[in-house]
């Protein structure tokens, strides 16, 4: 439903590469402190180009929707930049237009926040900033805005429940967290029923001051940063939150709220569309960098992923088999996902069961491991090769409270998995009793 509105963006930010991403091994001089106002900063300078890349996230996801109000979280972050003291959405769209610069807003299921990239240069960077405080700290929600756009959100809702993909997705998190926010779905009566007051109350007791992560990476000095970030959060909402912003129940609890289970729907479409997985990993996990190494080995690893080579080098029933942990602040989903022709699902179904339970009992070999860890090594920089890229990083570092250290020390904790860790994480955090698993399309 969200979508990004985005500006003219020049042509220089295309070629905005950091200039030390070769480096895996390099030390990334990044910065923290507290804003005036409280919120935390992180930093890292870049001098490679005259532009910034900032993000300002606030513990406003979708995971905090009221009950009956499903999908809240993404109308408010649309509603920001379509008004904003004074201003109407196409003067906020043509401001950011007319310095270059590019604006954003999106919800996650934990978090939500504004993200700009400007040039640094004079007068573009002052108005760029100037606007980009104004959409955030003093918006304004009118109430046909409102109206709109959740007609619009509702009419894309209604096309989505018509696809299979957006079905499987849907059914998938149901069922893997049936008592938990990041299960509960987004309705068509959740939707008609947010009201103006609900956006304006959502803005002032969510996008608090002492909770903003405000990340930047670009050509600043540490003193320009300081002022851009008491700049930034100068204005905002100030509040307490009565629990953690984040959550906090690991895999364990989850798990236990649930059995495996096989969830069929029927669909007319040529492809059935086959997601498996279970609650499995908060983010700060201590076997994260095991999780990783065992994951790409199985099925993250692209072509040389072992589901990969089963079931479409081998056989051919797939296009694609995937799979992929997503840390969340509360233990987020191991998703295992492919397409296969409806007469081969059941076919599909159960060599992708077998490969999984293989590989839950014995884990990777030493070969396997060994080409997974320098597959991950090696592309390491192109995790880190752009503003953008780090500044996610840093958003993500400051959200959930990882160790400053954490990208310096990547290459390094790879490095240090073994076979028996791997294996021993995998079989750990993924229980083949607990895997839900559905089928949108044919019969399984």
């Known amino acids: 439903m969200l979508k990004q509105r985005n500006t003219v963006v020049t042509a220089l930010f295309g070629l905005a590469l950091m200039a030390f991403a070769g480096a895996a091994n390099a030390t990334l001089p990044i910065q923290t402190w507290k804003t005036d106002s409280g919120a935390k900063v992180m930093f890292m300078r870049t001098e490679a180009l005259p532009m910034l890349d900032v993000r300002v996230d606030f513990p406003a996801g979708s995971r905090n929707d009221p009950a009956g109000k499903e999908g809240l979280a993404s109308v408010v972050t649309d509603m920001l930049g379509r008004g904003a003291k004074g201003m109407s959405e ?5 401001g950011f237009a007319d310095t270059g610069a590019n604006f954003g807003s999106d919800a996650g299921v934990d978090y939500a926040g504004f993200q700009l990239r400007t040039l640094t240069a004079q007068p573009q960077f002052d108005k760029s900033i100037a606007l980009f405080e104004k959409v955030m700290q003093q918006p304004e929600f009118k109430d046909d805005i409102l109206k709109r756009e959740l007609s619009r959100s ?9 696809k299979p993909g957006p079905l499987a997705s849907r059914a998938f998190m149901q069922a893997m967290y049936p008592k938990h926010p990041y299960g509960t779905p987004v309705t068509e009566a959740s939707l008609n029923a947010i009201t103006l007051k609900d956006v304006q109350d959502f803005y002032q007791n969510r996008y608090l001051v002492k909770y903003a992560v405000v990340s930047m990476v670009g050509n600043l000095t540490r003193e320009q940063a300081e002022k851009l970030a008491n700049q930034l959060t100068a204005n905002l909402p100030q509040g307490t939150l009565t629990s953690n912003p984040l959550g906090g129940e690991d895999y364990e609890a989850l798990q236990a709220q649930e059995q495996g289970k096989l969830i069929h729907i029927d669909h007319p479409a040529e ?13 700060g996990t201590p076997d994260y960098f095991d999780l990783l190494v065992a994951n790409h080995v199985i099925g993250g690893g692209g072509f040389v992923s072992r589901l990969m080579n089963e079931i479409r080098e081998k056989r051919g029933l797939a296009y694609s088999v995937y799979s992929y942990f997503m840390p969340l602040g509360d233990a987020g989903p191991y998703q295992v996902g492919m397409q296969t022709r409806r007469d081969k699902t059941h076919e599909a179904l159960g060599l ?4 999984l339970d293989n590989f839950i009992q014995n884990g990777p070999t030493q070969a396997e491991l060994d080409a997974a860890k320098k ?14 890229d780090l500044v996610a990083n840093l958003s993500m570092m400051g959200i959930y409270n990882m160790p400053l250290n954490f990208l ?12 028996q860790s791997a294996r021993e994480a995998f079989a750990r955090h993924v229980k083949k009793d607990k895997l839900v698993t559905v089928v949108v399309g044919g019969q399984p």
């Open 375 to 388: 597959n991950l090594i090696g592309g390491f920089p192109l995790r880190i090769d752009s503003n953008s």
């Open 271 to 283: 492809q059935s569309h086959i997601l498996m997985g279970l609650p499995a990993m908060r983010r």
């Open 408 to 419: 310096d020390t990547w290459t390094s904790n790879i490095q240090k998995v073994t076979v």
């Open 352 to 355: 992708l069961n077998s490969t």
């Open 154 to 162: 509702v009419s894309d809702l209604k096309e989505e429940l018509t």
């Open 90 to 94: 196409d003067q906020i769209a043509d």
